[in-house]
């Protein structure tokens, strides 16, 4: 009977000593002088209490929607990391800024000293450049894919790769070239040249790709800005099965690379290389990019995709036939 009633006594001094610590934050040493306990026996009563299950830890995850998009997006297409970001309501540059933000953050943490990081042009990519802080330099190299076009921010590719090289602290590769040749035998001179030639050989060999998808039919994207072409010329396209643009291809809904004129006159890596790549990150915002994405997505080039809720929630919807999948 003794031992019973100090086996009670016990637990509940054990079950104080839990409380003091784990809900009210005292250190060991302050519940012993409280309890008059030696700080030798709160440290034992802590041990035994976790060893008999008294302690449970629950952690709460505020973004639980994010994390079960970005489960069902690796469940349900060849993703090896979806990274889901909060959209902000009536404002799309905020959400281009968040996502941006998330993939800087996701490329500072899983670069390694070594790394060749090739990049395309576009608002994605250049968000994310945008949002680089980091406390260390990273001994890197950053080379476009693509010829640039001057006049924007997102789309000569040269000054992000340089603005990108310069915030990790390492140097860039320039690729002198335009990103449409008048025609595909220039295409093809220009890819001889040696400066080009030897900037995509070491796009070739990348070990991370910073990639954007991008519409071809909505106005403001940036291969809509790159090539304005008739409205009719547009929709026949769409009508032939064309939907997105990646590395400046247009891509086909299958995944495919359309067979179009304009592809054979770009001075760029063709999207098929991109399987010697080990991390292939895709970059996207907004709604108007849900079927670009599918297609990507069916021609497998992506091993990470990081985008917002709202797109996300679409994309997942085309695949499962509905409009609710939260």
């Known amino acids: 009977m003794a031992d019973k009633k100090t086996d009670i006594e016990l637990m509940r001094q054990m079950h104080t000593v839990l409380v003091l610590h784990f809900l009210e934050g005292k250190k060991q040493s302050e519940i012993a002088e409280l309890l008059n306990l030696s700080t030798s026996k709160v440290n034992r009563l802590i041990t035994q209490g976790r060893k008999l299950g008294m302690v449970k830890i629950d952690i709460e995850n505020p973004f639980q929607r994010l994390s079960d998009l970005e489960n069902l997006l690796e469940e349900a297409t060849p993703l090896a990391k979806a990274l889901v970001t909060s959209a902000v309501e009536g404002s799309p540059a905020t959400t281009l800024r968040q996502v941006g933000l998330a993939a800087a953050n996701h490329l500072v943490e899983t670069l390694r000293d070594g790394d060749v990081i090739a990049i395309t042009g576009g608002k994605a990519v250049g968000a994310v450049v945008q949002n680089i802080e980091t406390d260390r330099k990273f001994d890197i190299t950053v080379v476009p894919f693509t010829g640039g076009v001057q006049g924007k921010y997102h789309t000569d590719v040269n000054h992000q790769a340089m603005l990108l090289a310069d915030k990790l602290g390492g140097r860039a590769m320039q690729l002198h070239a335009p990103l449409f040749a008048e025609s595909r035998e220039q ?23 910073l990639v954007g998808i991008g519409s071809i039919a909505t106005p403001g994207s940036s291969y809509y800005d790159l090539h304005p072409m008739p409205d009719a010329d547009r929709k026949m396209l769409v009508g032939s099965g064309v939907s997105a643009e990646f590395l400046a291809y247009l891509i086909r809904t299958d995944g495919s690379v359309a067979d179009y004129a304009l592809n054979s006159r770009l001075v760029a890596l063709h999207p098929s290389e991109l399987q010697q790549c080990s991390r292939v990150i895709g970059v996207v915002s907004g709604e108007e990019k849900v079927w670009p994405i599918r297609s990507v997505l069916n021609g497998n080039y992506l091993n990470s995709l990081i985008l917002d809720e709202d797109t996300a929630s679409e994309v997942l919807a085309t695949m499962e036939g509905k409009q609710d999948v939260a």
């Open 187 to 209: 295409r093809d001179m220009l890819m001889e040249v040696a400066s080009i030639r030897e900037a995509l050989d070491l796009a070739r060999r990348a070990t991370v790709a």
